[in-house]
């Protein structure tokens, strides 16, 4: 096995036994199983209701796995001491983050196979039908989370557990509502103004490329050209983030 499979296997390991992980599978779960209540209190078909509500959980709490995990995977080998040997081995640093990123990314793919799963079994029982949308949805989610876990890593090489956490909680929440410039955008005149909303909307994250929900719940369609491009959006971002993580990481001296 490779060195990058070894620090990949034992982050999975760690991972697994993370009560933060269990912690938040139960909320995820909780609230699946709460929405059915929602969709009773409120007017509409409920089914779709308990759609909307199980995928929004899927992707926060998702999220929220991605972050809080990833926060803290580098910190962890520098506060025990782990790095110092760790480094002194035959092990560049460039494995060692891939290893930690691929570990944790294979972490949050079992952990959100186990929610999606539990989901749809939920509404199986409730009278709805195998979706295949709704794994789809669950697909471009996960993209989302391996981006975000990129995210996360970066922040981690240069700031403590709580910073790197709230910049990166941060990313997620302007990555959701960075589109709505594209309406400010329309209703400014041409000018510098909104020129340079342009050059904002471009450089800050447009997370919403991973949203499915809204296709998931009415059965619209959903263009191949449109998935491959979002595909590849969140695959090049997050290996663009990757590299400043790296660029980053080497520069940093635990002597």
Same mark, same amino acid.
């Given at each position: 096995m490779s060195r990058i499979g070894v620090i990949a296997l034992n982050t999975f390991r760690e991972a697994v036994r993370d009560r933060i992980l269990y912690l938040l599978l139960f909320f995820a779960g909780a609230t699946i199983l709460l929405s059915r209540l929602l969709s009773l209190l409120t007017v509409g078909d409920r089914l779709k209701i308990i759609m909307d509500v199980g995928l929004a959980a899927l992707s %926060?709490? *998702?999220?929220?796995?991605?972050? #809080?995990?990833?926060? !803290? &995977?580098?910190?962890?080998?520098?506060?025990?001491?782990?790095?110092?040997?760790?480094?002194?081995?035959?092990?560049?640093?460039?494995?060692?983050?891939?290893?930690? %990123?691929? *570990?944790?990314?294979?972490?949050? #793919?079992?952990?959100? !196979? &186990?929610?999606?799963?539990f989901f749809q079994a939920y509404l199986l029982l409730l009278g709805g039908g195998i979706n295949g949308r709704v794994f789809l949805a669950a697909l471009y989610i996960f993209l989302e989370m391996v981006l975000l876990t990129a995210v996360a890593i970066l922040f981690s090489t240069f700031s403590t557990p709580i910073l790197a956490s709230l910049f990166s909680l941060s990313f997620f929440l302007i990555g959701h509502f960075s589109r709505g410039l594209l309406t400010l955008i329309r209703k400014i005149p041409a000018g510098f103004s909104r020129t340079g909303l342009r050059v904002l909307y471009l450089l800050l994250p447009d997370l919403e490329n991973f949203n499915l929900k809204t296709e998931?719940?009415?059965?619209?369609?959903?263009?191949?050209?449109?998935?491959?491009?979002?595909?590849?959006?969140?695959?090049?971002?997050?290996?663009?983030?990757?590299?400043?993580?790296?660029?980053?990481?080497?520069?940093?001296?635990?002597?």
């Open positions: %926060f709490f *998702g999220a929220l796995m991605a972050i #809080l995990i990833g926060t !803290s &995977l580098v910190h962890k080998e520098i506060d025990k001491k782990t790095i110092y040997t760790l480094l002194s081995k035959p092990l560049r640093r460039i494995e060692f983050l891939l290893g930690k %990123f691929l *570990g944790l990314v294979v972490t949050l #793919l079992v952990m959100l !196979s &186990l929610m999606t799963l998931a719940v009415h059965g619209l369609s959903i263009p191949a050209k449109w998935l491959l491009t979002s595909a590849a959006y969140g695959l090049f971002y997050a290996l663009l983030i990757l590299t400043l993580a790296v660029i980053i990481f080497r520069r940093r001296d635990f002597t």
